[in-house]
Every structure is written in structure tokens, then in C-alpha cells.
């Protein structure tokens, strides 16, 4: 079964509308989240990395206050697209990554992304 | 800075053939790990196989199995007895394994799409 729930996996919203995708971690404690862009035919393209409790690290050429990431909890990270344009339509995915253990190469979980369409 | 080269946008197989989907990729650090995902047109990333850079066996999983030759920087993935739905995007990925490199995150390459025919 899945252990990383990304909610909603479709939203359709008017222009100026803020958008909130939820990212879970569902049976483990996600230290770190990413956040993803795919365009369509395109590959993914990393936006944010997301430490619980701290303030997350931005991509070059992403805009911060345009992609607001909160990671609040081990479980739980939130990306909020604020005022969001036709341009910002596109399919996003989380990916959470649990602690590090043993200095191996932990897991790394995807969600089932989310198509957000501004209309 | 990490890099990851997918040549082939595009692939069409025979159905019960093999097939190889490339991958090159460029990093200077020592301590790495290489993925390949498939992503059919639902959208979601289904994790395939993974190869540490230290890893002296090339990786398998079922039908599939990663050709890691570390000199030339090249994980192909190989996929035997293609199947129908097999047919999806499939893309490699890096990631650069802490304590060796701040920029522990996964990039993907550009992808390759898979058509397998009847």
C-alpha cells in the first residue's frame, strides 16, 4: 500500500485562488519532504526541500512566496500555491524521505501527485 | 553538480522482447545512488530498482535489471520479456548519499516514454 498520501490528486480552480496539497508520510516519520513540478512530457523538477521544523530550501528559480511550504510535523508537509495563474497549472508530487539510519541510503517514498488546473 | 543524460525520448518494443532504456550520469562525489521509476499515465512514481555506487553486483529485481558500468558513468536499465504494461515513462535518477554532499536530493533525467507493441 501506499506510504505517502498526497491530497487532493486533482484540483480545478479559478485564477487568484490559493491552493493547499497535503503531503503525508503514512507509516514512518519523513525528516525530509521534497517537492515536485512536472510539466506535460517533462521530467520532474525539483522546487523545495523540506526539513521538519525548519524553513525549506528553494530551488533556484522558484519563488518563495509564490510556493509556501510548511512542514510542521514528521508527517505532514503542506505546499500552498498562493494566488495561483494559468502558468502555475501543472502536476506536482512530494516525495518524503525517512530518518537517517546506519549513514545508508534511506527510502524515499512518492506521492500520486496532484494535477492542479487554473482556469 | 549532479547530472543525469536520458538520450532516448522515445522507445517502441515488440511485445516478449527485451529492452534497454540508457542512462548517464555525471557527479564527483564518491558516494551515490542510482534509481530508475516508472511513471505510467496515471501519473504516479512506482520505484523499479536501485544501485549504490559501492555496490559490486549489478541490481535486479524480477524482469528488471540495472547494467551499472561505473567507469563509463552508465546505469541502463534492462527490461526483459517486455509486457503490454510495460508501456509508460520511465526515468533515472541520482541522488548523492549524505555525509559526503549537502545536496542529498534525487534529480531526475529528461525520461524516456516506452511503447510496447502487441
Known amino acids: 500500500g501506499a506510504v505517502v498520501s498526497q491530497h487532493p490528486s486533482r484540483v480545478i480552480c479559478k485564477s487568484g485562488t490559493s491552493v493547499k496539497i497535503e503531503c503525508r508520510s503514512l507509516?514512518?516519520?519523513?525528516?525530509?519532504m521534497f517537492w515536485y513540478r512536472q510539466f506535460p512530457k517533462q521530467s520532474l523538477m525539483l522546487m523545495a526541500t523540506?526539513?521538519?521544523?525548519?524553513?525549506?530550501?528553494?530551488e533556484q528559480g522558484v519563488e518563495k512566496d509564490k510556493f509556501l511550504i510548511n512542514h510542521a510535523s514528521l508527517t505532514l508537509s503542506t505546499l500552498t500555491v498562493t494566488s495561483a495563474h494559468p502558468e502555475d497549472s501543472s502536476f506536482y508530487i512530494c516525495?518524503?524521505?525517512?530518518?537517517?539510519?546506519?549513514?545508508?541510503?534511506?527510502?524515499?517514498?512518492f506521492g500520486d501527485g496532484t494535477r492542479l488546473s487554473i482556469l | 553538480a549532479q547530472k543525469i543524460t536520458q538520450t532516448q525520448p522515445g522507445m517502441f518494443v515488440q511485445e516478449k522482447e527485451a529492452v534497454t532504456l540508457d542512462c548517464t550520469y555525471d557527479t564527483s562525489d564518491p558516494s551515490y545512488g542510482l534509481f530508475w521509476y516508472k511513471q505510467p499515465s496515471s501519473g504516479e512514481m512506482i520505484f523499479l530498482i536501485y544501485q549504490g555506487s559501492y555496490d559490486q553486483q549489478n541490481a535486479t529485481e524480477g524482469r528488471y535489471s540495472l547494467n551499472f558500468q561505473k567507469a563509463r558513468k552508465s546505469a541502463n536499465l534492462v527490461i526483459s520479456a517486455s509486457q503490454l504494461g510495460d508501456s509508460a515513462m520511465y526515468f533515472c535518477a541520482m541522488r548523492e548519499i549524505p555525509g559526503y554532499s549537502s545536496a542529498s536530493k534525487i534529480i531526475f533525467g529528461s525520461g524516456t516514454r516506452l511503447s510496447i507493441r502487441p
Open positions: 516525495s518524503a524521505r525517512s530518518r537517517t539510519g546506519g549513514g545508508g541510503l534511506q527510502p524515499q517514498h
Open positions: 523540506s526539513n521538519e521544523g525548519s524553513k525549506a530550501t528553494y
Open positions: 507509516d514512518f516519520q519523513a525528516t525530509t
